[in-house]
């Protein structure tokens, strides 16, 4: 039975639905019995005034009767139906869905609209659960949360059970309780932020790191005001000022960042890094050569200055364990919020040969840039523990072909489209590896 052939056996059912006769509707509606008798069984098709005339008397609008509306509904339901028999369900009469939906229209649009909320509610849940069981933010929250409270009972303990403690140690012991549960409170009120916003798929907690780098977003890795002399006075006002800062870790790891900002200011001021880059370009070691300055020092002013002295840069800092300490994504090359970063960055080679820089083209979908890696010292090496090693890969326009081979990358594991990846650490998304 065709779609529009339907239009009858609605009509039919809204007429017996408000207790009218055909011969009385066909007198309202201004045509004969015999002609709505013809309607109804689906034997003359109906469109234009006779069918608003219809609709005015049934008290309905005429979409509800037309083919349209029932086309939208027929599809409805036979979705409905697929996705019943693809679960394993009770099986339905797909082939008869628009004789039910031409019968029964509001019963095909309430079943139309469960299978809808159905499916949003499959949608939510599997969102959920991949997001408690694979989300590191809810892990390292409540890894915090456990530390902390760990940390709490431990010196509680030993106040609680050592008779006679010296003034300095029990002070000592009163300091790490106070700092122990300020940081206790942030972990829960962190904890609770993802909890409360749990229907959101999208929601996150907001680590500390999250809010470094908001906060380095918001002024686009650029600091005018820590520029020149008296620059380190002005870190706690330029702090201070920062809504996206919310927690006591985040402004410590602020004040990190922005004190190395000071001294590479220093170094390299912004005047000299210009006059450096309209003499060389965007290369970062004939600016080194020029300055006397090692390339880690180049890298960080060249992207953490305006984009009209160096252009568009990213960078990328690194841990001598791999951990992201510092992004800035660039020139469409993304790079992960909290999972572990692709293995085959040139950025972790350096981990095994820190004294080996890299220049290297990078695919990444779509996106080509220019790779470059060097390394600096965090701490130098000591008799009791070796060199604290910070990698950096500064991220430049792609020169093209003529530069040479392209490596292919990805961002992290679980987002991966690279098949047969040597490096991969979990199945990927995008392979249905969940």
Known sequence: MAESSMIGSRIRERRVMSGLKQSDLARRAGISPSYLNLIEHNRRRIGGKTLIRLAEVLDVAPALLSEG?????????????????????????????????????????LLAELSHQREELEGTVKALTDRLTHDPQLAASLHEVISTVTAIRSTASILADTKSLEPEWQSRFHRNLNEDSQRLAEGAEALMHYLEAAPDAQADIKSPQDELHAFLEENAFHFPALEGAGGAARIGAVIERAPKLETRTARHLARTVLEQYVRDARQLPIEALEEAVAEHGAEPDAIAAATGLDMPTVFRRMAMTAERVSGPVGLVICDGTGALLLRK??????????????????????????????????????????????????????????????????????????????????????????????????????????
């Open 69 to 109: 509306a029932e086309a939208t509904l027929v599809s409805a339901l036979r979705e409905a139906a697929a996705r019943t028999e693809t679960g394993g369900g009770p099986g339905a009469e797909a082939d008869r869905a628009e004789e039910f939906a031409g019968r029964f229209p509001g019963w095909a649009r």
């Open 329 to 434: 994504p660039a020139l469409g090359f993304a790079m992960p919020r909290a999972a572990a970063a692709c293995a085959l960055w040139p950025l972790f080679q350096l981990l095994a040969q820190p004294g080996a820089p890299l220049r290297l083209r990078l695919r990444q979908g779509e996106t080509r840039v220019l790779a470059l890696t060097a390394t600096d010292s965090a701490a130098p090496a000591m008799f009791d523990r070796p060199a604290l090693l910070r990698p950096h890969m500064l991220l430049l326009p792609d020169p093209g072909e003529a530069a040479g081979f392209v490596r292919e990358v990805g961002v992290t594991c679980q987002v991966c489209p690279i098949e047969g990846c040597a490096a991969r650490r979990e199945p990927s998304l995008l392979e249905g590896g969940f």
